[in-house]
């Protein structure tokens, strides 16, 4: 089967007056990104009305949410929002969900943090019931994209993999994994090796799937430089538990000229099958050389 087109998003992570948010979304538009997507932590935008006046700024990149944290929604309540969202952007919304990870947002917005297992659960009703909904031709408002937008998932365990297996458009794979009894979203990066076996993870429970999904990595760094072990060694410095090889070795981040990076991506469209990659807002103007050289690829 021949490699999926690149896609390129940028998630926004930084409130923002009006002028200024447009300008941003013209300018990753500009750059040529494919996608302007908002994260759903306190603190930063709404996600709804920010792919909102995403999408109005812009002509061409698709909006999303990237991603949802289910456990501040309902379901009924957040189909009627990606409903909306959907009908104002002209039919560009992705919606991304996840079960969320850090305790101490639950507890600000006075929601339960479950464990792990209730968390994932909570995402498979939320997940199950929007796919019941949207797809109604009695549900109102009605969402331009028919049966529903598509749904990104987000995730790494086997419960989440399995989950995304079975409904997701797009596989979201972090590239970290929490930190083991934290619940303060520290995490830890993964190795090439263990992205391996999560890749591989996933397409076990996707084998019956009828079309394949498209795979996503969201880049946790991007630093162009023409010297890639000094900003390594310069990474390493603030990550403890990583050497510089470590990190020039991580698929969650990019280090080098333009060319090395574009080479990174296409090996690891090769190696895990990522053609969707997505970056933090402060590398949207570093990696935007790199968009621009895979263009087309």
């Known amino acids: ?162 989950l995304i297996a079975e409904h997701a458009d797009i596989a979201a794979f972090t590239g970290i994994r929490p930190l083991p009894g934290h619940g303060g979203g520290k995490a830890l990066p993964l190795s090439a090796a263990e992205l391996d076996g999560r890749v591989a993870a996933y397409h076990r429970f996707a084998a019956t799937r009828a079309a394949p999904a498209e795979l996503n990595l969201v880049v946790q760094l991007v630093e162009v430089t023409d010297d890639r072990r000094a900003a390594a060694r310069r990474v390493a410095d603030s990550r403890p538990h990583l050497t510089a090889e470590a990190v020039l070795d991580l698929p969650t981040m990019f280090i080098g000229t333009v060319r090395q990076i574009a080479d990174q991506v296409r090996a690891q469209r090769e190696r895990y099958g990522f053609s969707y990659v997505s970056v933090l807002e402060p590398y949207l103007e570093a990696f935007g050389p790199v968009v621009e050289e895979l263009r087309g690829a």
């Not at 944290?69 to 909306?84: D, V, W």
Request: hydrophobic content about 40%; charged content about 25%.
């Open 1 to 162: 089967m021949p490699a999926r087109p690149f896609r390129f998003g940028v998630t926004l992570l930084t409130p923002a007056p009006r002028a200024e948010w447009r300008e941003k979304c013209r300018r990753a538009e500009g750059l040529g990104y494919d996608a302007v997507l908002v994260a759903d932590h306190l603190g930063m935008p709404a996600p709804f009305p920010s792919v909102v006046a995403a999408a109005e700024a812009t002509e061409r990149v698709r909006v999303g949410t990237f991603v949802l944290n289910a456990g501040f929604h309902t379901p009924a309540l957040l189909a009627r929002e990606a409903a909306t969202a959907d009908l104002l952007t002209d039919g560009r919304l992705e919606l991304g969900l996840g079960t969320g990870y850090v305790r101490a947002e639950h507890e600000a917005a006075g929601l339960a943090f479950g464990s792990a297992p209730e968390r994932v659960d909570h995402l498979r009703r939320t997940v199950e019931e929007l796919d019941r909904l949207l797809a109604d031709e009695e549900f109102q408002p009605r969402p331009v994209q028919r049966p529903r937008p598509p749904v990104l998932i987000g995730g790494n365990g086997d419960r989440t993999l399995k």
